[in-house]
Every structure is written in C-alpha cells, then in structure tokens.
C-alpha cells in the first residue's frame, strides 16, 4: 500500500522560506512522476509543481515561478518543495500525490495517491 506522508510546513512571514518533504513508500518511488497541489478553503486544489520519474522534466504555475523548487531524491523516497519569497496568498495546505506513469503528469486524474496535506500560513 502506497503511503505519502508530508513534512515541513507551519509558519512562516512574507519574504520567508519553508522546506516541504514528503517520505513515500509501498511501491518503487524512481518509477513514478510526482506532484505537490495546494488547496485553501472554498478554493479547488491545484497543482503547484512537478516532477517526472528522473527529476529531468519539472513545472509550475504560474504564480511560484522564480520562488518555488521541486526536487526529489530517489535513494531517498522522498519529494521536496522549496519555497523561498513566501506570500500571504500562499497560504494553504500543500498535498504530495503520486502520478500512476513516470512522465511529467499534469492533471489531477493523473494522479493516484495522495497524502495527508500539511499546512503552510503565511503572515503579512
């Protein structure tokens, strides 16, 4: 059974910086392409950044360009997002989702698991 379980989030004040991990396991990690998504109340979730198989094909929307990486280490099991020059707007809980091929997958049904969330605030 897939498990993907987040870390890294809380506080953090406008212009500051959080590291999100997201430790998978329950099936080869280096076969599947990653996601992280991000969801505020009243808001649908959508897909912030990610990653295929290799680490070699990435994307972001729009807004996280310049500020946001998305990495992953896969000796490690584990996914990364580094999100530097933090805004309010940020604000969410981040999901890790696990993609059911290894290429760059960017809808949402692509996507076959999913973790728990982790939240980030942002203060002004």
């Known amino acids: 059974q897939v498990q993907l379980v987040e870390s890294g989030g809380g506080l953090a004040q406008t212009g500051g910086s959080l590291r999100l991990s997201c430790a998978a396991s329950?099936?080869?990690?280096?076969?599947?392409?990653m996601g992280w998504f991000r969801q505020d109340p009243g808001k649908e979730r959508e897909l912030v950044a990610a990653i295929s198989w290799s680490g070699t094909n990435s994307y972001y929307v729009g807004s996280v360009k310049g500020r946001f990486t998305v990495s992953r280490d896969n000796a490690k099991n584990t996914l990364y997002l580094q999100m530097n020059s933090l805004k309010p707007e940020d604000t969410a809980v981040y999901y890790c989702a696990q993609a059911g091929k290894p290429q760059l997958s960017l809808r949402h049904t692509e996507y076959e698991y999913w973790g728990q969330g982790t939240q980030v605030t942002v203060s002004l």
């Open positions: 329950g099936r080869m990690f280096s076969a599947y392409a």
